[in-house]
């Protein structure tokens, strides 16, 4: 359920930083919707439907990114850029200052944390501080969103590449002796909170965690993504001592040592307190369709 739109809209502007990447998007076609003036900001043109966006390119690794923004006192800022591009950014740029400022961030830096993986943990760390250095800097003005794992644009690396893989190879084990728990969240859900946050100064300097709208084991997790892509899928389990993952990994390159680690996660309980039920925006439960996994059709290979 999209958040209602705020009265007197069209005397407002929304920034959004990131706006060719897949929540970028999403929340640029529903502030339009919505009927905000919106502004998006990317290195690349975003692919939208509708134009009534002006699009500004802008690459926030640019030291002097900063200077060509316009963004007054009576604006918005909603940042789905990463928030190690973006908290230098608004450091250095003191004239930028908008009514409020929401940024979205990632469970896993509480999910991580306590990773065994040395990159889950610096990932972690890196979100933390981040975060601590915006909501220093910005004080009431900013809110932070750490949403759970992210599904519905087909773009994800999570949902949509279980789905190719599972297209292609009929098979998914399940290498832990537990089916940990996870609360997917819907894109279009995401950003829906994400504007009803920056219409209302709900959590003003706080951090905020958004999991989707329901909690769901990562089997039954992979039997709705099987669901979803119309095949049959074998999920047997096969429990991997996780020290025999974590041998493998270290001698492979990072990007395979990851697919490492998000193996040994399966077991875990990856799920976060939702913090913004108050909003009283509705999350959709975890049935995603041939859109989310990024199929075209039923009969796709």
């Given amino acids: 359920m999209e958040a209602p739109a705020a009265t007197g809209v069209l005397h407002v502007r929304i920034h959004v930083f990131g706006a060719s990447s897949a929540v970028g998007c999403a929340v640029v076609e529903q502030a339009i919707g919505h009927g905000y003036s919106v502004l998006g900001y990317s290195r690349r043109r975003p692919v939208l439907p509708d134009t009534a966006a002006w699009w500004q390119p802008c690459d926030l690794d640019d030291p002097d990114a900063q200077k060509g923004l316009d963004i007054r006192s009576t604006d918005l800022l909603i940042?789905?850029?990463p928030l190690r591009k973006v908290v230098p950014l608004l450091e250095r740029a003191s004239h930028i200052r908008p009514s409020r400022v929401v940024a979205i961030s990632s469970a896993s830096a509480v999910t991580k944390q306590s990773s065994e993986w040395s990159f889950d943990r610096a990932?972690?760390?890196e979100l933390r501080q981040c975060e601590a250095r915006l909501l220093s800097q910005l004080g009431v003005a900013a809110t932070v969103l750490r949403p759970t794992m992210i599904y519905g644009s087909g773009r994800d690396r999570n949902v949509a590449r279980l789905a190719t893989w599972m297209r292609r190879w009929r098979f998914v084990p399940i290498l832990s002796s537990s089916s940990g728990m996870r609360a997917p969240i819907h894109i279009d859900d995401l950003a829906a909170v994400a504007i009803r946050v920056a219409e209302t100064g709900f959590g003003s300097?706080?951090?905020l965690h958004v999991p989707g709208g329901e909690r769901v084991s990562y089997r039954l997790m992979l039997e709705r993504i099987a669901k979803g892509c119309g095949v049959a899928v074998a999920a047997p389990r096969i429990p991997c001592p996780p020290g025999l993952l974590m041998a493998v990994g270290a001698v492979m390159p990072k990007s395979a040592a990851k697919l490492f680690a998000?193996?040994?996660r399966m077991g875990a309980d990856l799920t976060v307190p939702d913090d913004v039920?108050?909003?009283s925006v509705q999350r959709r439960a975890f049935h995603p369709d041939l859109r989310a996994l990024g199929l075209r059709s039923?009969?796709?290979s």
């Fill in 277 to 279: 039920v108050g909003l």
């Fill in 123 to 125: 990932l972690s760390e």
């Fill in 205 to 207: 300097g706080a951090i």
């Fill in 298 to 300: 039923a009969g796709q």
């Fill in 262 to 264: 998000a193996a040994s």
């Fill in 79 to 81: 940042s789905a850029a």
